[in-house]
């Protein structure tokens, strides 16, 4: 027997169906952010290739705008598959956002350089982040909602955490492809001539590998009961949610600046400012990233405990007094193991946020419309804030003001701090709860 969304029918209240499901969404998600973020973690290889010149903090930071430019389409897939994910089910959206990702991870694969067909190439290179980034902001509402529907109520927070597992997975790939190619397979000069190529056709084929695998995804009761909602997925529908809107906004603020800090913007932060080398920077990165993805879910089993609301306030609260110490001690350090546990103590802080903060959203808001209000105001205060946080960044170090970033980003978290404090819990006010009754 075939169920109505194409997956083989099992019982979505087996303990082993759900991990199954679970799994298989959370492998794809891992796809999908290797894919996008494979160009962070090579980008000081081909920048030179799409921004020619004899400055290397201009090119990188050329190469970091089309970074942030790839986020401004995340609204836009955030309402395309919202729509989809909403008004046509949570499989078929999943299907189609990783499709586009292979598609953009292609494209970069095999575009030429500057030096072969000119300006074209970084506007070749800028619309395959553009596709990369739509179908980025398709897949984090799309497999947040998935992931907090398919868990079991009592632990959904620990189910949830694989969204950041396997985010961050993603990039903690991104990287050991880099340290394989940099100390195995390819020295400095073939990695700029033609090895950053390698780690996109191979993104490409995972994408495809993924592809096949959610086909056999099985639809969410919580999505089959909101079929009898007139608007699934509208705009219209989301205004009729504004508080839950504008608190997944100021939720995601601050958390979005101190995610990217430690992630893509670390690698080169190392490198311009604490004058570690590239392989010190990608040891450490990588080293750091395992650490943090390791935090998820003994967080994720600490909110189902405690409650989702005290772990966002301590995390506002220290990453409001600790980010400027952390960063400006990073800074000045030149050793490669002080940097390390210094990146590990910021990730205890950081992980507050990143382990929960997906089950927060979906819980906001009823099946209906959830994975529209998961993803969009999430998409766009990520566009504005998140993508530009590398590019924010090296433009106060251009100007000799590189800590004016580190309060900035402390700023930032004050701000939703407030929000965490005047947020009811959502383990206790759960619409997923809500519907699930309903069913």
């Given at each position: 027997?075939?169920?109505?969304?194409?997956?083989?029918?099992?019982g979505?209240?087996?303990?082993?169906?759900?991990?199954?499901?679970?799994?298989?969404?959370?492998?794809?998600?891992?796809?999908?952010?290797y894919?996008?973020?494979?160009?962070?973690?090579?980008?000081?290889?081909?920048?030179e290739?799409?921004?020619p010149?004899?400055?290397?903090?201009?090119?990188?930071?050329?190469?970091?705008?089309?970074f942030?430019?790839?986020?401004?389409?995340?609204?836009?897939?955030?309402?395309?598959?919202?729509?989809?994910g909403?008004?046509?089910?949570?499989?078929?959206?999943?299907?189609?956002?990783?499709?586009?990702?292979?598609?953009?991870?292609l494209?970069?694969?095999?575009?030429?350089?500057?030096?072969?067909?000119?300006?074209?190439a970084?506007?070749?290179?800028?619309?395959?982040?553009?596709?990369?980034?739509?179908?980025?902001?398709?897949?984090?509402?799309?497999?947040?909602?998935?992931?907090?529907?398919?868990?079991?109520p009592e632990?959904?927070?620990?189910y949830?955490s694989?969204?950041?597992?396997?985010?961050?997975?993603?990039?903690l790939?991104a990287?050991?492809?880099?340290?394989?190619?940099?100390?195995?397979?390819?020295?400095?000069?073939?990695?700029?001539?033609?090895?950053?190529?390698?780690?996109?056709?191979?993104?490409?084929?995972?994408?495809?590998?993924?592809?096949?695998?959610?086909?056999?995804?099985?639809?969410?009761?919580?999505?089959?009961?909101?079929?009898?909602?007139?608007?699934?997925?509208?705009?219209?529908?989301?205004?009729?949610?504004?508080?839950?809107?504008?608190?997944?906004?100021?939720?995601?603020?601050?958390?979005?600046?101190?995610?990217?800090?430690y992630?893509?913007?670390?690698?080169?932060?190392?490198?311009?400012?604490?004058?570690?080398?590239?392989?010190?920077?990608?040891?450490?990165?990588a080293?750091?990233l395992?650490?943090?993805?390791?935090?998820?879910?003994?967080?994720?089993?600490?909110?189902?405990?405690?409650?989702?609301r005290?772990?966002?306030?301590?995390?506002?609260l220290?990453?409001?007094?600790?980010?400027?110490?952390?960063?400006?001690?990073?800074?000045?350090?030149?050793?490669?193991?002080?940097?390390?546990?210094?990146?590990?103590?910021?990730?205890?802080i950081?992980?507050?946020?990143?382990?929960?903060?997906?089950?927060?959203?979906?819980?906001?808001?009823?099946?209906?419309?959830r994975?529209?209000?998961?993803?969009?105001?999430?998409?766009?205060?990520?566009?504005?804030?998140?993508?530009?946080?590398?590019?924010?960044?090296?433009w106060?170090?251009?100007?000799?003001?590189e800590?004016?970033?580190?309060?900035?980003?402390?700023?930032?978290?004050f701000?939703?701090?407030?929000?965490?404090?005047?947020?009811p819990?959502?383990?206790?006010?759960?619409?997923?709860?809500?519907?699930?009754?309903?069913?």
């Amino acid at each position: 027997m075939m169920n109505d969304s194409g997956g083989a029918a099992v019982g979505l209240r087996s303990e082993a169906a759900r991990l199954r499901a679970i799994v298989v969404g959370s492998i794809g998600n891992l796809v999908e952010w290797y894919d996008f973020y494979v160009y962070s973690a090579f980008s000081l290889y081909f920048a030179e290739a799409f921004f020619p010149g004899d400055d290397p903090l201009a090119q990188m930071m050329s190469a970091s705008g089309v970074f942030a430019l790839g986020f401004f389409m995340r609204p836009v897939g955030a309402y395309i598959f919202g729509r989809i994910g909403d008004g046509r089910g949570r499989r078929k959206a999943l299907m189609l956002s990783v499709l586009l990702m292979c598609l953009g991870s292609l494209i970069v694969a095999l575009v030429p350089t500057y030096a072969t067909i000119g300006a074209a190439a970084p506007a070749i290179l800028l619309f395959a982040r553009l596709l990369q980034g739509a179908s980025l902001g398709g897949e984090y509402g799309s497999s947040a909602t998935y992931l907090a529907e398919m868990a079991h109520p009592e632990r959904r927070g620990f189910y949830s955490s694989f969204q950041y597992v396997t985010m961050i997975a993603g990039q903690l790939l991104a990287l050991c492809v880099l340290l394989l190619l940099q100390n195995v397979l390819l020295d400095a000069h073939a990695l700029r001539d033609w090895g950053w190529r390698i780690p996109f056709a191979f993104g490409a084929l995972l994408a495809v590998v993924a592809l096949v695998m959610r086909r056999d995804l099985v639809e969410t009761d919580a999505f089959k009961a909101s079929r009898a909602e007139k608007e699934r997925g509208s705009l219209h529908a989301l205004l009729a949610h504004k508080r839950e809107t504008a608190i997944v906004v100021g939720l995601t603020l601050g958390g979005t600046i101190a995610f990217y800090v430690y992630t893509t913007y670390m690698q080169k932060f190392l490198k311009l400012s604490a004058g570690l080398s590239d392989a010190q920077t990608t040891w450490i990165s990588a080293g750091s990233l395992l650490f943090a993805l390791l935090l998820q879910p003994i967080y994720g089993v600490m909110s189902d405990r405690i409650g989702r609301r005290p772990m966002l306030i301590a995390f506002g609260l220290l990453g409001t007094i600790l980010t400027t110490p952390l960063l400006t001690a990073i800074q000045n350090t030149r050793s490669a193991w002080a940097a390390f546990a210094l990146i590990c103590c910021a990730w205890l802080i950081v992980a507050l946020y990143t382990s929960i903060n997906a089950v927060v959203k979906a819980e906001l808001f009823p099946a209906a419309i959830r994975v529209t209000g998961v993803a969009l105001p999430y998409a766009a205060t990520v566009s504005l804030f998140g993508g530009s946080a590398e590019y924010v960044a090296l433009w106060f170090k251009a100007r000799g003001h590189e800590n004016w970033f580190y309060w900035y980003a402390s700023a930032a978290i004050f701000v939703s701090l407030i929000v965490y404090a005047t947020t009811p819990d959502t383990k206790k006010n759960s619409r997923i709860e809500q519907d699930e009754n309903i069913v």
